[in-house]
C-alpha cells in the first residue's frame, strides 16, 4: 500500500461515518427525487444571515443580489441545509437563511450531531455530484472539532474532483493548526501531484500565518521542478509583508545577475 493510501485508510479509520450518519445516508437514499432538510449545531463563531453567512473576525461570505446591504435578520446555533435529491444521489446542497422558505414538500430529517452531518456531507462532495465543491462549506460550518484532518484526507484523494480538492484545501489553510500547514506543504511540494490542486495548496498555505507560510513558500520558489509551481510561491510571497521576502527576492535577482 502506498503511503498516500495508508494516510486516507487511518484517517478514514479515525474519523468513520458513524452508524448515524450510515443511517441519515440511508435516509436520503430512500428519498428517490425529493428535497430533504437536515439541521445540525455549527461552530460557535458562525452566523447565518439574511445576505450571507459570518464565520469569525476574518471570514464573511455575503449573498446579497448584487445589493450591498445590512443583514437585518440572523441566526447562530444551528444551520437547516436543504438536499435536493435525484434518484437517491444529492446533486445540489444548499444553506438556508433566516428569511428563506423551507419547501413545504421537503422531508424533515431533524437535528442530527454535528460530526454526522459534516462527515456525510464531505461523502457527499467526494461522490461528485454537478456542484460538489460548493458542498463541502456546509461541512467547513458544523461544530466538529480538527475537521481540517478529514479535509486533508480528501485533499490529497486522487480520485475526487479537482473543485473539491480545491475547496479541502482553502478551508484547511483557515485552520488555526501548525499541522494544517505541514499537510498544505506535503502538498505543495508533490511533483507527481495535479497541478492546479498544488497551486490551491500553495494559495492555502499564503493564508497561514508568516512564521508558518513563509520559509515553506519561499523553499518551493527555490526549488520546485514547474516553473508555475515557483511563480504562484514568489507571486503570493509579494503578497506579504514579512521582511524576510525582501531579503529573498534580493537573493534571486543577483544570483540571476551572476552575483
Known amino acids: 500500500m502506498s503511503a498516500r493510501a495508508s494516510l486516507v485508510v487511518l484517517a478514514l479509520a479515525a474519523h468513520p461515518l458513524g452508524a448515524a450518519g450510515q443511517g441519515l445516508a440511508e435516509r ?8 430533504a432538510l437536515l439541521t445540525y449545531r455549527v461552530r460557535p463563531d458562525v452566523e447565518i444571515c439574511d445576505q450571507g453567512i459570518r464565520m469569525g473576525d476574518r471570514h464573511l461570505w455575503w449573498r446579497s443580489n448584487g445589493r450591498d446591504r445590512m443583514a437585518t ?20 446542497v444548499e444553506v438556508l437563511r433566516p428569511r428563506d422558505d423551507r419547501r413545504p414538500d ?6 442530527v450531531p454535528p460530526d454526522d452531518a459534516a462527515r456525510y456531507l464531505l461523502e457527499v462532495a467526494r461522490q461528485g455530484t454537478s456542484r460538489a465543491g460548493e458542498v463541502v462549506f456546509p461541512a467547513v460550518i458544523a461544530d466538529v472539532d480538527e475537521l481540517w ?16 480538492r480545491k475547496s479541502a484545501l482553502f478551508w484547511v489553510g483557515q485552520e488555526a493548526a501548525a499541522a494544517a500547514t505541514e ?18 495548496a500553495v494559495f492555502a498555505l499564503s493564508q497561514r500565518p508568516g512564521d508558518e ?39 534571486i535577482l543577483v544570483g540571476r545577475r551572476g552575483g
Open 183 to 200: 499537510g498544505l506543504a506535503d502538498v505543495a511540494f508533490d511533483e507527481g501531484e495535479d497541478q492546479d490542486v498544488r497551486d490551491a
Open 73 to 92: 435578520s440572523c441566526r447562530t446555533g444551528t444551520v437547516d441545509v436543504e438536499l435536493r435529491v435525484r434518484g437517491g444521489e444529492v446533486r445540489d
Open 149 to 164: 484532518r478529514d479535509l486533508l484526507v480528501m485533499a490529497r484523494e486522487a480520485g475526487v474532483r479537482r473543485d473539491v
Open 28 to 35: 436520503v437514499a430512500a428519498l428517490g427525487d425529493g428535497v
Open 106 to 111: 421537503a422531508v424533515d430529517l431533524g437535528e
Open 213 to 251: 507560510a513563509v520559509p515553506i513558500l519561499m523553499e518551493l520558489a527555490r526549488t520546485a521542478r514547474e516553473a508555475k509551481t515557483r511563480r504562484t510561491a514568489m507571486f503570493w510571497l509579494a503578497q506579504s509583508e514579512d521582511e524576510r521576502v525582501i531579503a529573498f527576492f534580493e537573493e
